[in-house]
């Protein structure tokens, strides 16, 4: 085998083989790992695909993967139009549940929402209550916000649970880290216990 | 180690023009004003100026003329290039849907082939190119682009992707709900991976493996052939469940991935 063809064995065989086994790995143990260290990983399987452009015989197929990893992924550099070689939710995001440690996110996502929208529930959880709900407590975000964080629930959850139509969502409730909107899980937690 | 098909000039014809096919078939629509400008737009927000309905008169023209290959590669540039601005006027309202991205990955791929076909004739470069270059490219491509989907869906959620195939039951029956039926709308298989846990974490990691090893296709033209029905099967799954069927990316990659290649084996 020439050194050629060991590139190519790396880009279209040894590095999917690699993430499968990450995501296989990772559903039987169970969790997730850092967002951070997952782009890091990302990262390494563009820069592995630089040889292969150099070198191997498939090097349309190693531009297009280290493009869509870098250029066409985060979005933060002008040239994002090859963001459209990519079917990656560019600007989309999570919502999370986040446990009562305040450490671990659980592995199923709630819903994905626009990363404008992120910042308008975000900002409105941050301001607090500006305009509240009638009766509602001090603590307790927007209507807009909650409304919002009360859909997301209610799209993902409404064959499983019913949602009560008094829910409050209180700003503590509500934070975000990195691309996510974490939202605690003593909210769900009072919808299943309802 | 890799092989891939190789075409009659007859079949290379054909992919062409089924790729122009595709282009007309699935036009890049412009739903709304550009309110967030992505890539070209932030450079040249004064693009928003020229009016879409002037701009979208060109497209039909150039696809024949890219198809019949007249003033080529000019024509296969410029269509590459109004494809681009396009899809990043549609892309530029907030959100980026993901429709037309194959289609115009392809046709780059060809407009990149017909220059480099044409450069090496006029200046004699020795470049290592011909008419098979385009479909060539546009295959090598097309694996690289689902194979970054897979490595998206890895990397976004933290590894996790296959756990969480809950949210595809949840998905499904949110979609059917939106269409006014349940879980049941979704066809038997639907209704069983929407009630079925274990069934939709197979399915979640049948798909995720699907698009991780897409790039095998490129080992032998019946490999290829096979990924190609595998990822339009994905599609298909995807359309039922989701509505979410990515019509012209399974027309692409019928007549690129699948067609072509097992005839070449006959």
Not at chain 1, 3 to 18: F, M, Q
Not at chain 2, 109 to 128: K, R, S
Not at chain 2, 153 to 167: C, L, M, Q
Not at chain 2, 171 to 178: D, P, Y
Request: neutral net charge; charged residues 15%.
């Amino acid at each position: 085998m020439g050194d050629n063809e060991l590139l190519d064995l790396l880009a279209i065989g040894i590095v999917p083989a690699l993430l499968c086994a990450v995501a296989v790995g990772t559903a039987v143990r169970g969790g997730g790992f850092r967002v951070g260290r997952a782009r890091l990983a990302g990262a390494v399987v563009a820069v592995a695909m630089i040889p292969v452009v150099a070198f191997g015989d498939v090097r349309v197929f190693a531009l297009f993967v280290a493009l869509n990893l870098t250029i066409g992924w985060y979005e933060v550099v002008p040239f994002s139009w090859f963001g459209m070689f990519s079917t990656m939710p560019n600007n989309a995001t999570a919502v999370f549940l986040q446990t009562a440690d305040g450490h671990r996110v659980r592995p199923e996502t709630l819903g994905r929402i626009r990363s404008h929208e992120l910042t308008k529930v975000y900002n409105q959880a941050r301001r607090g209550a500006r305009t509240k709900l009638p009766g509602a407590a001090e603590e307790e975000i927007d209507g807009v916000a909650a409304h919002f964080v009360r859909s997301v629930i209610l799209e993902r959850r409404s064959h499983l649970i019913e949602i009560p139509a008094d829910l409050r969502i209180m700003r503590s409730d509500v934070r975000r880290t990195g691309r996510s909107v974490v939202v605690s899980e003593s909210v769900v937690g009072n919808v299943i216990d309802s | 180690m890799t092989e891939l098909p190789t075409w009659t000039a007859t079949e290379l014809v054909w992919m062409r023009a089924l790729l122009g096919v595709a282009v007309l078939a699935w036009p890049v629509v412009i739903l709304t004003d550009p309110t967030t400008p992505t890539g070209l737009l932030r450079w040249a927000p004064w693009l928003v100026r020229v009016r879409t309905s002037t701009v979208a008169r060109f497209g039909p023209g150039l696809v024949v003329l890219f198809v019949a290959q007249l003033w080529s590669p000019a024509s296969s540039v410029l269509l590459a290039i109004w494809m681009v601005a396009a899809l990043t006027v549609a892309n530029s309202d907030g959100a980026v849907n993901h429709g037309n991205h194959l289609a115009v990955t392809a046709v780059c791929c060809y407009a990149a082939a017909d220059l480099a076909v044409w450069m090496t004739e006029q200046f004699d470069l020795g470049w290592a190119v011909d008419a098979s270059t385009g479909p060539s490219w546009t295959i090598q491509a097309t694996v690289a682009l689902y194979m970054t989907s897979g490595v998206a869906k890895v990397v976004n959620s933290g590894g996790a992707w296959i756990a969480r195939g809950p949210n595809l039951q949840v998905s499904i029956v949110a979609k059917q709900q939106e269409l006014g039926g349940d879980a049941s709308s979704a066809g038997f298989v639907g209704s069983l991976v929407a009630n079925r846990s274990v069934v939709a974490t197979a399915a979640m990691t049948a798909g995720l493996m699907i698009e991780l090893f897409a790039p095998l296709g490129l080992v032998h033209p019946v490999a290829l052939g096979v990924v190609g029905i595998a990822l339009i099967a994905l599609h298909v799954a995807n359309g039922a469940f989701l509505g979410l069927g990515f019509a012209q990316n399974q027309w692409i990659i019928a007549s690129h991935l699948v067609v072509f290649s097992f005839s070449t084996i006959l």
